[in-house]
């Protein structure tokens, strides 16, 4: 098992930027791949980024490449995701998750955190 716990998030003026944090315990970090999503009211969970089992591989959705970045600190056993130049359109839930065999599909995602509220106001 792999508990996830996640900070950060809150409101923020467009244009903003707000860093989440995820901070992992139970079986080793370093063995999964870490991503992010982010669900919208009344939309699918959808993909953000993911990173490599030790940072060097990362992955961005098409929507926020140039604006977010991925990072991780595997000797804190967490994962971050800082978001630029932040948009309406960016609003909502954001969840990390955890997988051993990196994907953009939610479904293959094993271990989840509890979500965290990012609201973009215009």
């Known amino acids: 098992q792999v508990q996830l716990v996640q900070s950060g998030g809150g409101l923020v003026e467009a244009g903003g930027s707000l860093r989440l944090s995820c901070a992992a315990s139970?079986?080793?970090?370093?063995?999964?791949?870490m991503g992010w999503f982010r669900q919208a009211p009344g939309k699918e969970r959808a993909f953000v980024a993911a990173?490599?089992?030790?940072?060097?591989?990362?992955y961005y959705a098409d929507s926020v490449k140039g604006r977010v970045t991925i990072s991780r600190d595997n000797a804190r056993n967490t994962v971050y995701l800082q978001m630029n130049i932040l948009k309406p359109e960016d609003t909502a839930v954001y969840y990390c998750?955890?997988?051993?065999?990196?994907?953009?599909?939610?479904?293959?995602?094993?271990?989840w955190g509890q979500g965290t509220q990012v609201t973009v106001s215009s």
């Open positions: 998750a955890a997988t051993r065999i990196y994907g953009r599909s939610w479904s293959g995602y094993d271990y």
């Open positions: 990173i490599g089992k030790i940072g060097i591989n990362k």
């Open positions: 139970g079986r080793t970090f370093s063995n999964y791949v």
